[in-house]
């Protein structure tokens, strides 16, 4: 385990389903991040939350909605999803802008 | 506004050789550069952190150099193994703590 804790590590669902993908971190970090990355494709940066609170949306479809609440706890909640979004899902912590420790994250898949 | 470049974006080597892996930052007020690697449809495995203050940073084989004033970096595997064959990435963070990524080098050492 690195300290940050995704689950589940594999998702299937269709494109009516609501889930949740969830990430809990043990480092006492106060920042969380969630990334996507797709097939043959760079990391990209969803959303970012310092101290509980949401500071960047980087356009993200509002079939995504992410809770965090607490430090500890981000939850990304997934609903109405396109099969083009089935790529890997990263969760990460960081102490302010210091060492940055991600999850192993979520493969998921859209049918 | 930061950007992290990484030059080549794949590598492969035969079994046992020294080698070295380039990134280049365009800002060098840059407040710490990690290295990651990355397997297959995994998470991101921190490697090394260099503040700005440092020069350099070793852990067994990896050794990481920092020269904010050329805006470079550089990660140096000694004796690589076939263990080795990854994606590298490295990472510096943005003032709002976004963590700006190079596009990333696919190593594959061969037997």
């Known amino acids: 385990e690195t300290g940050v804790t995704q689950t589940p590590r594999h998702l299937v669902m269709g494109m009516t389903n609501k889930k949740s993908l969830k990430c809990e971190q043990h480092?006492?970090?106060?920042?969380m991040y969630w990334y996507k990355q797709s097939a043959k494709k760079p990391l990209e940066l969803m959303f970012v939350?310092?101290?509980?609170?949401?500071?960047e949306n980087n356009s993200v479809p509002s079939r995504f909605s992410p809770e965090c609440p607490n430090s500890s706890h981000l939850f990304l909640h997934l609903h109405t999803l396109q099969p083009e979004d089935s790529a890997l899902y990263l969760c990460?912590?960081?102490?302010?802008?210091?060492?940055?420790?991600f999850g192993s994250g979520t493969r998921l898949t859209v049918v | 506004k930061q950007e992290v470049t990484q030059i080549p974006a794949a590598l492969s080597v035969p079994e046992g050789e020294n080698l070295v892996l380039n990134c280049s930052f365009t800002?060098?007020?840059?407040?710490?550069l990690q290295w990651f690697r990355q397997d297959p449809g995994k998470g991101l495995t921190s490697l090394l952190l260099?503040?700005?203050?440092?020069r350099e940073q070793t852990s067994g084989r990896l050794n990481a150099s920092l020269d904010k004033s050329s805006g470079r970096s550089t990660l140096y595997i000694a004796a690589s193994q076939p263990g080795d064959s990854a994606t590298y990435l490295c990472?510096?963070?943005?003032?709002?703590?976004?963590?700006?990524f190079g596009q990333g080098t696919t190593l594959q050492v061969k037997p």
């Open positions: 800002d060098s007020a840059i407040y710490n």
């Open positions: 939350y310092n101290f509980k609170e949401q500071t």
């Open positions: 990460a912590s960081s102490q302010s802008r210091s060492s940055y420790t």
């Open positions: 990472a510096a963070p943005s003032n709002t703590g976004k963590l700006i």
């Open positions: 480092l006492g970090h106060n920042a």
């Open positions: 260099i503040q700005s203050s440092q």
